[in-house]
């Protein structure tokens, strides 16, 4: 069954930092693979998708994601971190046959000023 | 892209009762999904819900608890039945985009019973 760890479940950063965020899949093919982003009291917001071509998928807010085959893995990343940036962010990714999306757990990230 | 809104935003609800959450939609989608989030966990889908045929729930969920309906193209409501505190929690919906798998959600109803 297809499965999706983030490995992280709270990560601090100082503004202006790097930032990567981890997301581990299992799946039988070559998967469409999702992140999302939740600001607190909100709702879900996709900020960037993988279907297939150019491992390096750009996305919103200036969040960037690679995939890579090789480690199973679709990691987020952003150059510099601004502190709007604080949220919870899920990688998602659809079960196999279906359109149900398949969460990770979230990894939490705060913003130190 | 799509905009979806919810009502209620939030809510306080007595144990025992039942709340309608509503979701529209502004534009024809075939595919609505509603999840919970309960405090501190990710998402969890709780049923699929296509116009013009019944609900699909996943393992753990019952229509009982959570009736579905779907009258059209851009709506669809989600009732939480005989609540009780365990039900507190944020209900989104989504919508699937057509578009490799591609969702959207609302803004979510926090959802909180006493």
């Known amino acids: 069954a297809q499965s999706v760890t983030q490995p992280d479940i709270h990560i601090t950063v100082s503004e202006g930092a790097s930032l990567e965020l981890r997301c581990n899949y299992s799946?039988?093919?070559?998967?469409?693979l999702f992140w999302y982003v939740q600001s607190p009291g909100q709702g879900l917001q996709l900020l960037l998708k993988y279907f297939s071509g150019d491992t390096l998928v750009q996305g919103i807010k200036g969040f960037e994601a690679e995939f890579k085959r090789s480690q199973s893995s679709f990691n987020l990343r952003k150059p510099s971190v601004h502190w709007s940036d604080a949220a919870e962010y899920f990688c998602a990714v659809p079960r196999a046959g279906s359109y149900q999306l398949t969460f990770g757990k979230g990894t939490k990230l705060s913003v130190i000023p | 892209s799509a905009v979806i809104s919810q009502k209620p935003s939030r809510d306080i609800c007595q144990r025992g009762t039942s709340l309608t959450i509503q979701c529209q939609v502004d534009?024809?989608?075939?595919?609505m999904f509603w999840y919970r989030q309960q405090p501190g966990q990710s998402l969890t889908l709780i049923a699929t819900?296509?116009?013009?045929?019944?609900?699909?729930?996943e393992s753990g969920f019952v229509i009982d608890k959570f009736p579905i309906s779907r009258p059209n193209l851009t709506f669809s409501t989600l009732t939480v039945s005989n609540m009780s505190p365990e039900d507190s929690s944020i209900y989104l919906c989504?919508?699937?985009?057509?578009?490799?798998?591609?969702?959207?959600f609302g803004p979510g109803t926090r959802l909180t019973v006493l």
């Open positions: 819900a296509n116009q013009g045929s019944e609900a699909t729930y």
């Open positions: 989504s919508v699937e985009t057509g578009i490799n798998n591609e969702q959207f």
């Open positions: 799946y039988g093919a070559t998967p469409y």
């Open positions: 534009s024809q989608v075939t595919m």
